[in-house]
Every structure is written in structure tokens, then in C-alpha cells.
């Protein structure tokens, strides 16, 4: 795992790319390794897992001619180095970038179809005077970059590209629109304008001043698929055989590998056949919280006894949410709708703290299984169309919301169920979020007048539409669901400020075996019902998992990550914590001229006359939102970034190992 960056310009500046690196070091902290010449500069800040000693970057041909940078970890690299071998390719080192490289020497631009693996990864072949970069399949691993005059420059995380003085820093309010809309931004949108990301499952090339972005693979929506015809015992069977190899190709590792244990069907069985593999020798790193409604304390104490792990966890206060909470913000680089990620961070620094680089997660599954409520509330809308006046098929709802305060009041039950009945017959290619993305929306009120009149005649759905792919309106309404679970919520919340950010913000990879792409490929192969079979979620998971974990683990719903929201921030008298005073005040809101005044002014006297238990999902929301926008305006608009590199780059010198080009070559 590495942070990299890079530089192509006529006016490329060595020191340059060291204050890119020196904004990276908490992704990277082993040391730095860096390539220029008249055209290009690019470098990595490594964090060392495989090959401790050999894996040094940039990586290099024999001719000397091209070379590489990356982060994140190809799995595969046993088994393609094998296969270049018997192609004639030979090898310096036992690292994964040295795999990658020559993949690129054998194969091309298509080379990213054959890693299996999380990544970002970028090659200046300077016999082309060309720059090529690829994102992983899932967009596991982030990858930003800015196109100007006489300037193209990437990076891991968006700060490193603001030492450069020649990047401006302007708000791009229609990703704020789509984090009102849909919780984050979508396609290659930021919170900046004219910085990218690239998408995942993507390569680009830039060459004689052009960039062209093409995909290497693509989604395979499951009912646009030939399936194959398993008894349920085989395909069980065959479950836990692909999950055990996803899970396998993941502890390939010259460092320790640990796990997240949350409680939970994913990360547990993630720990069955990592425990299977690793001989019981395996630690595992829980969050439980001092308030019980967040709290799945009893559920990993089962799991870590049940396996014998070495387990080690942190209670997570509202004080700690609020302490760390600027922190989040810095390393999301985003504006965010909840404060999930915030014990992630304190996790990872518990992590980091043991002396582990690596650890497992669950997630995903949810996304490739149908996990989510969301989908059995799909089945159920679609189940009440059918008979729309019918008073019985409604209350289907209940039961998959029984745990939500409002459900569990008949009065707030009835006006939540009514809210469903408006979209029951929606046309809308976004039929299965359509509830939840218009409910989100109405906090749109707290943008300001500004803001209203540059978003006029914009429509984050209509954009949305744009990044749909083909097949997407002949797949089903299930598929759909799942598609737009992933290409917004996964890839712009879930995998980054609540994966990516918060683990390397303490210098720790996150490996998720269920985003396996060849795991997918064959889940997405399985029947539904395999899957989701009346209202029972993950079925095959459950099913298959029964002879290795508790029933009280694979019977479990699907209990959320959540974690204390206004609550954090407010004191139990209404009082609003200093964090609260320093960023939601007059002068502060009408400074960064993103929110009314008036209206934050209303939200702020509602939570100081209310309960906070009997607050709604969307003033908890409204709130987070907003703080969180207000923090990383004055943290991303206010800050000099090049002078911060330079006071962190004097204490970084000594870990300049690898300069290669400007007249010094030391191949890796």
C-alpha cells in the first residue's frame, strides 16, 4: 500500500513532487522513491507489505525506460509472474510491482484486465512519452487527477495536488447537489471543480497533451447472464470454496494480516475461513460503543472466543466522535451525510497501534449478496403495485424496519409507510431509491441563495442518467438496485470515507475478499433466490456458513453501522458543544455562503427544544451535512497546502531511498 503522485509538464520540479509525496507519508510512511525527467516526475510513499526489502518504487525495465508507481496490493502476482516467466520475462524482485510492470510490457494498455486485485496504479513509459493509469474494478483505491495547461497531474488524495500552485481550488456545488441527493458524489465528480477521479474499472492514457479514459471491465448484471444449473448442497459448497480463495488471495502478505470483527454474518465468516487458513493465529479489532443502540459487543465477544483470536477493541463516546472529527474531515477530503467514519478512524489508529498494516473487512457483501434492506423493500413495493389499495401488504414493511424508532410508534409507522405509496408505480430507472434520494433531498432548503441560483436547471438524476451503462435498462429491478448501490454509496462513501480514508489516514490497508472480481463474476452468476429469497437476505451466505458459525450469528438481520450523530455534538440540554459554536455560527455560515443562516439557525433551535432520541434521520443528517461542510470549507479553502507540505517535508528528508532519472539510476 503506498500513497503515489506525479507530475507531466514541460516544467517539471523535483521539489515538487517531494511536497506531493510529504502530503501523503500517512499513506506511505516507509519511505519515498521518486522518478523525473524532462517530461515527467512521478513517486510513491510506500507502506511496506510485500517484498519488505526488493519492493522499493519506482519500479523499472532493464532498459531503464519505463517505470512504475502504484498503490494497493495485486494478488495474483504468484501466479502472473509464472505465466511472464514462460513468456521470457524475468524478474529482479519478489515484489507485485514488479509483476505489474512487466504485465504492461506484455500486454499493453489492457493489462489491468489481468490483475486481480485493489489498486491504482501509474506507468510513464518514456519511449512513448506516454502516461498511463488504472483503477481497480470496485474503486478500492483511490486515484485524482487535474487536467490545465501545460499541466496534467495525479495523485492518491486530492491535498497532494493542491501544493501545486498552478491548481486552483473552487467548490463544485453539484457534487454538493448529489451528496444531498444520493449521500456522496457520483461518476468522476469531487468536491472540487476541474479536479477528477478516475473511475474504477478504468484505464487512461495521456499522451501528446490528450487524455483518453476507457473501461477494462464492466459490471455483470446477474439477469443478463446464462446461469449455471447447481443443486443447492453444491453451489453451497462451491460458496464457501470461492469465498475461502478471495479470502486466501488476501493474506498473501510479508507482513501480519489482522481482521475487523464487527459482530455481524460478513466479517464473521470472513474470520471463519481467515482462522482456517492462518491456524487459529489471527487478530481481530472491534468498535463497541458506550450507547447500546450502536453497540455489537456480545455478538464479537462470541466470534473472537468462538475462533480464539487475539482480540482487541475500543469504546467509542459522542465525545469521541466530536474530538476526532476535524481529523475525519481531513482525510475524507468530503463533506459527509454521517459520522460512521469517525470510530473507523480511532479503529484504525488502535490497529496501526498493535504494529498491523493489514486487516480484513466484510464489506461488500451486502452490495454482492443482497444484503440490504433496501432490496427486501424493493420486493415489497413491488409485491403492494400489484394490489396498491391492499392494508395488509404494506405493513410488510414493518417487519424489515422494526428496529427503527419511528416504525415502532403506529402513528409514525402509518406516515412512514404512506411516504412509499407515492413512488409504487414510478417509471424512473431509479424506481428502487427514488423514496430515499427525494426524502434526502428536501434538505436542500439549507442551501443558501447563492447556491440555489448557480445549481438553477441543474438535476443530479439527469446527470446520474449519464453514467448508467448499457444493459442497465434491460437488467431487472433487483439488478438496478444493486447497481446503484455501487456506483454510489460503495465507490463514494462506503470504500472511501469510511474505508480508504479512515484506515490509511493511520497507515493501514483494508482487504475486502467479497470485492474479489472474480467472486463477484460468479455470485452475479447464482439465481436470485440464491440470494434473496422471499424477504431472507444473503441467503447463500447464511446457508453455507451454518456448519461453521453460531445460528445466532447466521439468523442475525443485518444490523447497520451507525454511530451517535447530533447527539456527538449536543449536549443533553441542548447545549451545543464548542465545535458546534466554532463552525455553525453566523459569521462562519455566511462566510463560506454554502447555507442560510436562517434556516441552520432553525435546524440548531429544534435540537435544542427536542429530544434528541425523537430526532429523524433527515435532521441527523441536515446536521452532519452541514458541520461537516463548514469544517472542510475552512480546512480546504482557508488552508496554504504548499507551506504545510514544506514544514512536513523537513522532518520526511531522510526517507528519500529511490531517485531515479535527473542523472541517477538505481534500478529496484
Known amino acids: 500500500m503506498c500513497g503515489i503522485a506525479g507530475i507531466i509538464s514541460s516544467k517539471t520540479d523535483l521539489h ?127 486515484l485524482f487527477f487535474y487536467q490545465g495547461n501545460d499541466l496534467f497531474a495525479f495523485a492518491s488524495e486530492i491535498k497532494s495536488l493542491f501544493v501545486l500552485p498552478r491548481i486552483p481550488r473552487e467548490l463544485n456545488l453539484k457534487a454538493l447537489d448529489q451528496l444531498f441527493t444520493f449521500w456522496t458524489p457520483i461518476g468522476n465528480h469531487t468536491f472540487f471543480k476541474n479536479i477528477e477521479e478516475l473511475l474504477p474499472g478504468h484505464t487512461l492514457i495521456f499522451e501528446n497533451e490528450k487524455k483518453t479514459i476507457v473501461p477494462y471491465w464492466a459490471w455483470p448484471f446477474p439477469s443478463l447472464q446464462n446461469k449455471p444449473d447447481r443443486s443447492t448442497r453444491g453451489t453451497e459448497e462451491e460458496f464457501v470454496a470461492r469465498l475461502q480463495k478471495a479470502v486466501d488471495f488476501r493474506l498473501r502478505s510479508d507482513v501480519e494480516v489482522g481482521a475487523y470483527l464487527s459482530g455481524g454474518i460478513d466479517s464473521s465468516a470472513i474470520i471463519a475461513l481467515a482462522s482456517r487458513s492462518l491456524k487459529g493465529n489471527l487478530k481481530t479489532f472491534s468498535v463497541s460503543f458506550e450507547d447500546e443502540t450502536y453497540d455489537e459487543q456480545k455478538s464479537q465477544k462470541l466470534i473472537s472466543g468462538l475462533f480464539k483470536t487475539r482480540h482487541a477493541d475500543i469504546t467509542c463516546s459522542g465525545g469521541d466522535i466530536a474530538e476526532s472529527f476535524q481529523e475525519v474531515i481531513e482525510h475524507t477530503e ?13 479503529l484504525s489508529k488502535l490497529v496501526h497501534e498493535k504494529g498491523i498494516k ?124 444493486q447497481y446503484l448501490e455501487l456506483i454510489t454509496l460503495l465507490k463514494g462513501y462506503l470504500l472511501s470515507s469510511q474505508g480508504d480514508r479512515m484506515a490509511m489516514a493511520h497507515s493501514v490497508e483494508t482487504r475486502f475478499p467479497f470485492l474479489d472480481h472474480e467472486f463477484i463474476e460468479y455470485a452475479n452468476a447464482l439465481p436470485v433466490q440464491a440470494k434473496l429469497k422471499g424477504l431472507r437476505d444473503k441467503r447463500i451466505l447464511r446457508n453455507s456458513m451454518k456448519n461453521i458459525l453460531p445460528d445466532s ?101 531522510t526517507k528519500f531511498f529511490v531517485r531515479l532519472g535527473a542523472g541517477k539510476t538505481v534500478p529496484c
Open 334 to 346: 468530503a463533506p459527509i451525510f454521517r459520522t460512521a467514519p469517525a470510530p473507523l478512524f480511532l
Open 553 to 653: 450469528i447466521c439468523s442475525r438481520p443485518k444490523f447497520a453501522f451507525q454511530a451517535p450523530e447530533i447527539r456527538a455534538f449536543m449536549g443533553r440540554g441542548g447545549e451545543c458543544s464548542s465545535m458546534v459554536l466554532n463552525f455553525m455560527n453566523r459569521e462562519a455560515i455566511q462566510k463560506s455562503r454554502i447555507y442560510d443562516w436562517d434556516m441552520v439557525e432553525t435546524l440548531l433551535k429544534k435540537i435544542r427544544k427536542s429530544s434528541l432520541d425523537r430526532l429523524g434521520m433527515r435532521d441527523n443528517s441536515a446536521f452532519v451535512q452541514i458541520l461537516s461542510t463548514q469544517i472542510f470549507y475552512a480546512q480546504f479553502f482557508e488552508q496554504d497546502f504548499r507551506r504545510l507540505a514544506e514544514e512536513k517535508l523537513k522532518t520526511l528528508k
Open 358 to 481: 493489514v486487516v480484513l473487512s466484510g464489506e461488500g457483501a451486502d452490495e454482492i449478496l443482497l444484503g440490504y434492506d433496501l432490496f427486501r423493500e424493493l420486493k415489497i413495493r413491488k409485491f403492494w403495485a400489484r394490489q396498491p389499495e391492499s392494508e395488509w401488504r404494506p405493513l410488510l414493511l414493518k417487519k424489515i424496519y422494526a428496529y427503527l424508532p419511528h416504525f415502532q410508534n403506529p402513528r409514525y409507522a402509518n406516515l412512514a409507510i404512506q411516504s412509499f405509496k407515492a413512488n409504487l408505480h414510478d417509471a424512473s430507472p431509479f424506481y428502487s431509491h427514488l423514496v430515499r434520494w427525494n426524502n434526502q433531498a428536501l434538505n436542500k432548503i439549507y442551501f443558501s441563495g447563492d447556491a440555489h441560483q448557480m445549481l438553477q436547471g441543474y438535476n443530479a438524476m439527469s446527470e446520474l442518467k449519464s453514467f448508467l451503462p448499457e444493459g442497465y435498462d434491460k437488467a431487472d429491478t433487483v439488478d438496478q438496485a
Open 16 to 142: 515538487d513532487l517531494d511536497l506531493m509525496l510529504a502530503q501523503l507519508d500517512h499513506r506511505g510512511p516507509d519511505g519515498f522513491g521518486t522518478y523525473k525527467d524532462s517530461q515527467a516526475a512521478i513517486g510513491s510513499s510506500r507502506l511496506a507489505i510485500v517484498d519488505i526489502q526488493g519492493g522499493n518504487q519506482p519500479v523499472t525495465n532493464t532498459s531503464e525506460d519505463v517505470f512504475l508507481v502504484f498503490n494497493g496490493e495485486v494478488y495474483n502476482y504468484v501466479e502472473l509472474r509464472e505465466e511472464l516467466k514462460k513468456k521470457g520475462h524475468t524478474f529482479r524482485t519478489r515484489s507485485d510491482a514488479e509483476v505489474i510492470l512487466h504485465c504492461y510490457l506484455e500486454y499493453g494498455n489492457s493489462f489491468g484486465a489481468y490483475l486481480n486485485g485493489q489498486f491504482s496504479i501509474a506507468i510513464w513509459d518514456q519511449r512513448r512519452h506516454r502516461l498511463v493509469l488504472v483503477r481497480d474494478r470496485m474503486g478500492v483505491r483511490p
